[in-house]
């Protein structure tokens, strides 16, 4: 990003009353993994997208996505489903300048916050669709194209009845696997011990994939800890990563 581009920071809060995420087809899935909540977006956020959102929110739209146009380079290219409201994803991207991401997160506050630290930080190497990550997947990203996929602390549904809500279930794994290029990896991370077990067995399960370590990675480097997992860390409580590669 130019040094003239907005770096919005008034962050006031205006109401968003209904359901604003009408780019979802009513025919979407019957079961998700997401709970589509009104919120609260702050004039820093709207500001942020009305003026970064022409340049680095990507619309929804069914056809491959070219990555090379997109960013205007050849890199590699990481998707991240589910950013919330993007420190840790702002700070990856900052970390990483070499490598391209996209994020996608259906919540607008999340997705205004994330524009805002694009200006602020002067990111050119993120990209964000604020859309259902799994019809991003099977519509908009090429097979074998990702160098990676992130997904840091999905809802872990904790209640029996709702396991099913869960995202890390086989078909969505093997769903990912396709769109990985071979040598690509998958990052995971949760603090809910019970989806961290479920998570290594799927991931354990999909043929197409190795595990990087021995049960559970050592946090990789790149993933900052965030404020709620630093809190959850001084509580006692644990974080699990998992970091799996697709096989040649």
């Known amino acids: 990003m130019s040094s003239s581009a907005p770096a919005p920071n008034d962050d006031t809060p205006i109401d968003i009353s209904g359901d604003t995420h009408s780019s979802i087809p009513a025919h979407a899935r019957t079961i998700r993994s997401y709970v589509?909540?009104?919120g609260r977006t702050t004039e820093g956020q709207a500001r942020a997208l009305a003026e970064l959102g022409p340049r680095f929110l990507l619309p929804y739209t069914p056809g491959t996505l070219d990555f090379e146009a997109t960013f205007g380079r050849q890199a590699p290219v990481v998707l991240e489903i589910g950013f919330g409201m993007g420190d840790a994803t702002a700070k990856i991207a900052q970390a990483l300048p070499d490598t391209?991401?996209?994020?996608?997160?259906?919540?607008?506050?999340?997705?205004?916050a994330l524009l805002k630290h694009i200006g602020e930080m002067q990111l050119n190497n993120l990209r964000l669709i604020r859309h259902d990550a799994v019809e991003v997947l099977e519509n908009m990203i090429a097979a074998d194209s990702l160098a990676g996929v992130h997904v840091f602390f999905p809802d872990p549904w904790h209640k029996k009845r709702?396991?099913?809500?869960r995202l890390i279930q086989?078909?969505?794994?093997?769903?990912?696997?396709?769109?990985?290029?071979?040598?690509?990896?998958?990052?995971?991370?949760?603090?809910?011990?019970?989806?961290?077990?479920?998570?290594?067995?799927v991931l354990s399960a999909e043929p197409s994939l190795a595990n990087t370590a021995r049960g559970y990675a050592d946090k990789p480097a790149y993933r900052p800890l965030t404020k709620f997992e630093n809190r959850g860390l001084r509580l006692g409580h644990g974080v699990w990563d998992l970091v799996f590669r697709k096989k040649p």
């Open 100 to 112: 391209d991401f996209i994020g996608c997160e259906v919540h607008e506050p999340g997705v205004g």
């Open 36 to 38: 589509m909540r009104a």
């Open 162 to 165: 709702h396991h099913k809500r």
């Open 170 to 201: 086989p078909a969505f794994v093997a769903k990912l696997v396709h769109h990985l290029a071979p040598g690509g990896y998958l990052h995971l991370a949760t603090d809910w011990e019970p989806y961290a077990q479920q998570m290594l067995e």
